[in-house]
């Protein structure tokens, strides 16, 4: 297969050249891409600017197989459905371009993990080796290298004993967690925090009344003393993740990049400052499709930064709270 230079620190005229190489080799390997693509009688040499590349519907990973490669299955990622709802499958064959993807965001928005203890309040990644989420987590785990990094989803009182005395020592700690298990946490036990990164990755369906991120996050900024709530943006059908160091303001790394359709001409794209579907190019998914339209609702800021404001209203809710369900 091509090598693709996926993670350089790519401009603007750089991440769209490679996204339209990329768009074209998928567009040529991966059978359902094609076939959508016909579908839709696309030009694909005439297919010049990323605003001309058509995204595949994120539902595609319910009902296909959504590869760009005849290697071998390495793994395979599921979404967190119910039995009453499809899971998401993507069929990964090198889990090396996910690891260097995380690794290397994490990188570019937070430093070395090698700094970090780092604190999970998830499932265990043998209770759910088939999240994304989970095993990113697990491998930034292993890699931080403490002694008190670690899943801590049933333990509430060991992790709040770490909490106060890693705080103490001043050691940098990353707490990330699903929403519903930081708020248990922060019921049970008040913190005054001044070194650890609090990280939410999502919702509480099932487990308690869904609230507005402001809500959210200020209930969490008291509990934890803390001044903002940082955020994850990924999902079990992108290789990649955006960021947010508060107020719901996220940012891409450079081999990702946020577009905004309009909802009722889905191959249309917005201007920044409009709300609409969030449509992700993911670099790193080059052995699936790179182009995705999720059931996101967003607007791009004219800095670049993306927020994330809900969800389509006949969309599955999506969210790794339900993880555990």
Known sequence: MKNFNIFKDHNSSDFEKLALEIFRFQAKNNLIYKSFLNHLQTDIKGTKKINEIPFLPIQFFKSHKIVSSKEEIQHIFLSSGTTENLQS?????????????????????????????????????????????????????????????????????????????????NEKVLLIGVSFALLDLVEKHQFKLKNTIIMETGGMKGRRKELIREELHQILKDGFGVKKIHSEYGMTELLSQAYSKGNGIFECPPWMKILVRDTEEALSILPEGKSGGINVIDLANINSCSFIATQDLGKINKNGTFEVLGRFDDSDIRGCNLLLL
């Open 89 to 169: 499958k993507h069929y990964v064959t090198d889990l090396v371009i996910y690891e260097k993807s995380f690794e290397k965001g994490f990188k570019h928005f937070y430093g070395n993990v090698e700094d970090f203890t780092v604190l999970a309040l998830l499932p265990s990644y043998l209770e759910r080796n088939g999240s994304s989420l989970i095993y990113m987590v697990n491998d930034l785990i292993k890699k931080s290298g403490k002694p008190k990094s670690g899943f801590y989803l049933d333990n509430l009182n060991e992790l709040h004993k770490n909490l106060l005395e890693l705080d103490k020592n």
